[in-house]
Each structure stands twice: as structure tokens, then as C-alpha cells.
């Protein structure tokens, strides 16, 4: 048993490595630190940054990252940590209870306030991928991106599809903290 | 450095001691490594990028960093632990389960752990963990493709690796596409 987790183990590490390796030996030609960036990409970068570790913000650049219209999803954040605990009682993923939520702010964006939310949690890796599914109200509706944010600043966002549905992967979860996670809506640029 | 936790408000500053670049130029050096390695996509850099940071804040809240010595290579290293801790989270996830890692006891008893010279990204103890695992994972290497794939981990350019090593840049490259090569064959005959 032990040996098959190592060969496992080394497997994926193994993988892991060549797919780095390949990707930056793909880019050979290109000078990183000279390279050309996306308009908006550093500050945006620096920006996040700043806040982070609790400096201040610079301005400028600060300036040209895009406006959010956002909304919190309270009380999500107590689900999630009554699913962690049911689910540190099992190992490996399990599926926490859908979460059904009303949400009038979403009707700004163009979708039905009444939400559903999954979660399925490993409770190994300590993540959970988390989907929301929305309605749309009329056949265009802003594209909206989901971002959750934990207590230590670790952000994971996505995309809601042509069905209504959001995915975001690998969410950072925590059985001492669970309640640190604040979930926000925003318009795609 | 003190096992005390650092003062929020001193955080950019302790930032710019111990890594030995301010704040700006090394949100640079990781935001550019992170474009990189999410092949140009600006969203997902961006949150490579947050996470990297995350990982460093967190690492001096708890007083877990050492100063840097090499503030660039360890800035990418960081990156790339970062980008290969996704992989393997992403990968664990489409198997559709949680897998266990090999203890780092174990690793160690195999003789799988080099000592690192200078202070790096290996300094906490899952950094370190995971730099014996990859270690570990690229330990058929012949010692020629090993040294350069090493160097490559470790968050070196081509032109670093060259004046490490004492060879040209291109032998550098060809070097480490030997070295994929070969590592791919591992991992096909690890999949079987």
C-alpha cells in the first residue's frame, strides 16, 4: 500500500514537472524579464499587492483597474463550514448539501435573484470547488465573474457559462477558519 | 528572525528585508513568471500571482523566512511551486480523489533530500517537502540533464544556469528539451 502511494505520488510529481518544464522550455525565445506585458496586467498586479500586505495603493495605476459592482453572499460562509465539519468526519471529496440562496442584487445584472450552490469539498487537499448556478431573466445578461476571497488573500474566480453555470476550482478551505471566505459578484471586463 | 509574528503595518518593509527586493520589483519578477507559466492567459497570472504572494506574507507573519540571497531565482521558484502545487491539486481532482503524499521522512530515508546551499524557497518545511519530492521525481536523470533541470526548479534562466554551470546558454536549452524527453518516458512507463 505504502509503495502504491509513493509510485502515485512520484507519478504526479513527475507530471507536474515535465508540464512546468515544457511550458518554459517552450518560451526559450522569449527574454521574461523584458518580454512585453498585457495593458493594465502589472498594476493590476501591484495593486493587489498593496493591498494585501497593507500598504498604500499606487494611485495611478491603481486608477485604470477595472470598476466592480459587486455584492456579498452572506451566510454562504456558514454552510460551507457545517459542510467542512460534516465532511472531516469521512476522508477523500463528498459532496456538501445544495445551497439554495435569494440574491436580489443579481437582478441588476439581468438574472433571477434565486440561486443554486454546490460545493464538493476534499477535505484531504482542504479545497472545495465550489458552482453557482444562475438564471438569466432575458436572453442577454452581463457575463458575470464569481470571486471568492479567503481571509489570507488567496482569490479564486470564474466565469458564469452560456448555461448559468460558475465553477471555481480548488477554494481554500479551512476547518479552523472556515468562516473566511467572502464570495463577490462582478461584471466581466 | 524571531519566531513572533510581524506587525501588519511592517509588513512591506520586513517584505523588502528579508526578500531583498521591494515590494513593486518583485510583484514584477512573479507576475511575470506567472504569465509566463499560464501561457499568457492575464487572469489566471493574476491569481498565480496572489497566491505566491499569499505564500510569502504568510511565511513572514509566522516568521518562517530566512533573508533571501538570490531574491530573482527564488521569486520564480516560488512561482513555479506554486503553478506544480496546482497541477497536482487540479490532477488529484479530475481522478476524482484525494491523494496522500509521501512523507518526507520516508523521502529523506531514500537520501533524496541535497542540501541547498544558500537560503531559498526550500526554508519552511512544506517548501521543503516539496523540493525533496520533485528532487525525487527527477532523480533518474543523468547528472548532466538533472543539474540544469535542478537549476531550472530552483527559478534560473538559461543564462544564469550557463554561468552556474560554466556552459554556453544554448547547451543550457538543448539540455533541459533532453531532459523533458527523457522524463516523458518515465512518465509514460509510470502511467502503464
Not at chain 1, 437582478?107 to 482542504?126: K, T
Request: glycine residues 6%.
Amino acid at each position: 500500500m505504502r509503495e502504491s502511494i509513493d509510485h502515485n505520488d512520484r507519478e504526479h510529481d513527475l507530471g507536474a514537472v515535465v508540464s512546468l518544464l515544457e511550458i518554459l522550455a517552450d518560451l526559450d525565445s522569449v527574454d521574461e524579464e523584458s518580454a512585453s506585458l498585457p495593458d493594465g496586467g502589472l498594476a493590476e498586479a501591484r495593486a493587489s499587492a498593496a493591498r494585501l500586505f497593507g500598504g498604500s495603493e499606487p494611485t495611478a495605476e491603481a486608477d485604470t483597474a477595472p470598476t466592480v459592482a459587486s455584492m456579498m453572499f452572506e451566510q454562504i460562509e456558514g454552510w460551507l463550514a457545517e459542510s467542512t465539519l460534516q465532511v472531516a468526519t469521512s476522508r477523500g471529496a463528498a459532496a456538501a448539501q445544495t445551497l439554495d440562496r435569494h440574491e436580489p442584487g443579481l437582478v441588476a445584472y439581468g438574472y433571477e435573484p434565486d440561486v443554486e450552490i454546490d460545493a464538493d469539498i476534499d477535505a484531504d487537499a482542504a479545497t472545495a470547488t465550489i458552482t453557482v448556478v444562475v438564471q438569466p431573466v432575458h436572453a442577454i445578461a452581463a457575463t458575470l465573474v464569481l470571486t471568492i476571497t479567503s481571509a489570507a488573500g488567496a482569490v479564486r474566480r470564474g466565469t458564469v457559462n452560456a448555461y448559468g453555470i460558475v465553477v471555481v476550482d480548488d477554494v481554500p478551505i479551512s476547518e479552523a477558519s472556515p468562516n473566511d471566505l467572502r464570495f463577490e459578484w462582478s461584471m466581466a471586463t | 528572525m524571531e519566531s513572533s509574528s510581524v506587525d501588519a503595518a511592517d509588513l512591506t518593509g520586513t517584505f523588502q528585508t528579508y526578500v531583498g527586493a521591494d515590494l513593486d520589483t518583485a510583484v514584477e519578477i512573479i507576475y511575470r513568471r506567472a504569465l509566463r507559466l499560464s501561457r499568457g492567459e492575464a487572469q489566471a497570472a493574476q491569481d498565480l500571482t496572489q497566491d505566491v504572494l499569499v505564500k510569502i506574507m504568510s511565511d513572514l507573519r509566522a516568521g518562517t523566512l530566512a533573508p533571501v540571497v538570490e531574491p530573482r531565482p527564488w521569486l520564480r521558484a516560488l512561482v513555479n511551486n506554486q503553478f506544480i502545487e496546482r497541477y497536482r491539486s487540479e490532477t488529484r481532482q479530475k481522478r476524482g480523489g484525494a491523494q496522500r503524499i509521501g512523507s518526507l521522512d520516508h523521502q529523506r530515508e531514500k537520501g533524496l533530500d541535497p542540501p541547498s546551499p544558500t537560503p531559498g524557497p526550500a526554508d519552511t518545511v512544506a517548501d521543503r517537502d516539496l523540493r525533496v519530492r520533485l528532487r525525487a521525481a527527477i532523480s533518474d536523470l543523468p547528472p548532466t540533464l538533472r543539474a540544469v533541470v535542478e537549476l531550472m526548479l530552483d527559478g534560473h534562466t538559461h543564462h544564469e544556469i550557463a554561468e552556474v554551470l560554466g556552459i554556453p546558454e544554448n547547451t543550457s536549452k538543448t539540455r533541459l528539451r533532453a531532459a523533458i524527453k527523457y522524463l516523458r518516458g518515465f512518465s509514460s512507463l509510470a502511467s502503464e
